[in-house]
C-alpha cells in the first residue's frame, strides 16, 4: 500500500508545476497588455490606487483599522 501515497504525493507535485506555469503565464499575457495599451492601464492603475487609498482612509475611520 505505498504506491497511492505515492501517486498522491507525485500528482500534487505535478498540480504545483501547472499552477505555477499557469500563474506565470497569465502574468506575461498581463504584462503584454500593459505594454500594448499603456494609456488604458494608467487611467485603471490609477484609479485602483485611488479606490484603495479611500478604502484605507474608511477603514481607518470607521472600523478602528490602525493607522500604520
Known amino acids: ?3 497511492l501515497p505515492l501517486v498522491g504525493y507525485l500528482g500534487s507535485v505535478v498540480g504545483f508545476c501547472f499552477l505555477t506555469l499557469a500563474i506565470a503565464s497569465g502574468l506575461y499575457y498581463l504584462s503584454e497588455l500593459v505594454e500594448e495599451h499603456t494609456v488604458i492601464a494608467k487611467r485603471l492603475l490609477t484609479r485602483l490606487i485611488y479606490a484603495i487609498i479611500g478604502l484605507q482612509l474608511v477603514l481607518c ?3 478602528g483599522f490602525p493607522w500604520p
Request: charged share 15%.
Open 1 to 3: 500500500m505505498w504506491i
Open 61 to 63: 475611520l470607521a472600523d
